[in-house]
Structure formats: structure tokens, C-alpha cells
Nanobody, 115 residues
Framework: QVQLVESGGGLVQPGGSLRLSCAAS????????MGWYRQAPGKQRELVAD???????NYADPAKGRFTISTDNAKNTVYLQMNSLKPEDTAVYYC?????????WGQGTQVTVSS
């Protein structure tokens, strides 16, 4: 049974930081591309960042220079360090595991950036 469990969301003031974690189980973590997506109210889900099994990273433009994606293969966990947060970063953030045509999603964690 595949499980992706996100944590670390919450309420933060503009300019603040959060680190999201996603613990994976039931998959061969080391072969998957792991990613973070987000969905704001009334908008489509969009890619934030992903990282391949070779540790190649890819960031959407809004995340470049502010967010960092990383993995800990020993813990089967992917992280998203988010700095300099803005109100427009407010969304539900989802963890994603991708390999070939296989996709798995977490349940999401809410991030709210507000003063």
C-alpha cells in the first residue's frame, strides 16, 4: 500500500519560512521522481518543484530562488524548504511520486501566508 504523508504546513507571515516534509512508504523511493505541487482556491494544481532519482532538480518560476527541494533516501522523505514566503504562495501543497506512467499523491497540507 502506497502512502505519501505530508507535514509541515501552517500559517506564516509574509517573508517567513516553512519546511514541508513528505514521508513515502510502499514504493521504491530511490527510483521515483518526487515532486511538490500546489493548488490555490479556484486555480489548477501546478508544479512547484521536483527532483529526479539522479538528484536533478526542476523549479517552477515562482519557486526559483526561494524554494529548495531535497530528498533523504534513508528516510524515504522529500522536503520543500520555502523561504521569503508571499501571500500568493497560499495553497494546499501536495507531494507527488512519479515513475514511468505511475503517479501517487499525498493528501495535501495547507500553507497560508498572511499577516
Amino acid at each position: 500500500q502506497v502512502q505519501l504523508v505530508e507535514s509541515g504546513g501552517g500559517l506564516v507571515q509574509p517573508g517567513g519560512s516553512l519546511r514541508l516534509s513528505c514521508a513515502a512508504s510502499g514504493i521504491n523511493f530511490s527510483i521515483y521522481t518526487m515532486g511538490w505541487y500546489r493548488q490555490a482556491p479556484g486555480k489548477q494544481r501546478e508544479l512547484v518543484a521536483d527532483i529526479t532519482r539522479s538528484s536533478n532538480t526542476n523549479y517552477a518560476d515562482p519557486a526559483k530562488g526561494r524554494f529548495t527541494i531535497s530528498t533523504d533516501n534513508a528516510k524515504n522523505t522529500v522536503y520543500l524548504q520555502m523561504n521569503s514566503l508571499k501571500p500568493e504562495d497560499t495553497a494546499v501543497y501536495y507531494c507527488n511520486a512519479r515513475w514511468a506512467t505511475t503517479r501517487h499523491w499525498g493528501q495535501g497540507t495547507q500553507v497560508t501566508v498572511s499577516s
